[in-house]
Structure formats: C-alpha cells, structure tokens
Nanobody, 119 residues
C-alpha cells in the first residue's frame, strides 16, 4: 500500500517560515515527479510546485515563486517544501502528491498538514 506521510505544519506568525516534509512508502518515487498543493477553506485545491525525478527541473506558480522552495531526497523517498515570508493568505491544508505513471497526473496524495499563519 502506497502512503505519503506529511509533517512540519503548524502555527506561525506573519513573516515566519516552515519546512514541510513528505515521506513516501510502499513504492519508490525516485523516477517520478512529486509536488505540493494546498487547499484553503472554501477554495479549491491549488497547485504550488513540482519537481522532477533528479531535481533538474522545478516549477512554481506565482503564489509560491520567490518564497517557497521545493526539494527532494530520493534516498529517503521524500519531498520537502521550504516556505518563507509566510502571510495569512498562506493558511491552508498542504498536500504532497506523487506522479505514479507520468501520464495521468498525480495519483498518490498525503493526508494533508495544516498550516496556519497568524497576523
């Protein structure tokens, strides 16, 4: 059974930083893209960033660009999201995803970790 287990969420003040982690088990994603998404209350899930298998290609949406950094450690089968200069608009449940076949998009998801940014 494939599982993605997230950690690192919590409560932080405006301008603070958090580092989210996502450890996968059940299969290796060393040759698959992984990414981060978030979902704020009353809103649809929002794509933030993706990273390819060897970290040679990274892509960020405007919401994440310049503040968030995606990285991965294939030896640990894990992906990370460093978030800096957080603001209340970043408050959401953050999810990691993994591409299982490079065709149909992200097939596996973590359970989500809550990030709350206070004023």
């Amino acid at each position: 059974q494939v599982r993605l287990v997230e950690s690192g969420g919590g409560l932080v003040q405006t301008g603070g930083s958090l580092r989210l982690s996502c450890a996968a088990s059940g299969r290796s994603f060393s040759y698959n893209a992984m990414g981060w998404f978030r979902q704020a209350p009353g809103k649809e899930r929002e794509f933030l960033a993706t990273i390819n298998w060897n970290s040679s290609d990274k892509y960020y949406t405007d919401a994440a660009k310049g503040r968030f950094t995606i990285s991965r450690d294939n030896a640990k089968n894990a992906v990370f999201l460093q978030m800096n200069n957080l603001n209340p608009e970043d408050t959401a449940v953050y999810y990691c995803g993994a591409d299982g076949d490079s065709v149909s998009g992200y097939q596996y998801w973590g359970q989500g970790t809550q990030v709350t940014v206070s004023s």
